[in-house]
C-alpha cells in the first residue's frame, strides 16, 4: 500500500516526519482560519500531533463536562 503522507506538517510550516491524524474536530489554526476537521485526516508533525490530542481532550472534557452540568441541574 502506498503512503500518502508527503512529509510536510499541515499545521505548521515543518518539513518532518509526519503522522496521520484523524480528526472529528474543526480546529482553529494558530493564524485564525478554521480547519474542518470532520472525518478527515491531517498529516501533522510530531510536536502539533500531540497538541492535537491534547486539543482533542480538552475539547472532549468541556463537552463530557457541560452534559455532566445540563443532567445535574
Ligand atoms: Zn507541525
Redesign the pocket.
Known amino acids: 500500500m502506498k503512503s500518502s503522507v508527503s512529509g510536510v ?4 510550516p ?1 518539513k ?1 516526519e509526519t503522522n496521520l491524524y484523524h480528526s472529528n474536530l474543526t480546529l482553529t489554526r494558530t493564524d485564525g482560519t478554521e480547519y474542518m476537521g470532520l472525518d478527515s485526516k491531517l498529516e ?2 510530531g ?3 500531540e497538541k492535537m490530542v491534547i486539543s482533542e481532550q480538552i475539547e472532549y472534557w468541556k463537552i463530557h463536562m457541560a452534559e455532566e452540568r445540563n443532567r445535574s441541574s
Open positions: 506538517c499541515e499545521y505548521c515543518e518532518a501533522l508533525c510536536e502539533c500531533y
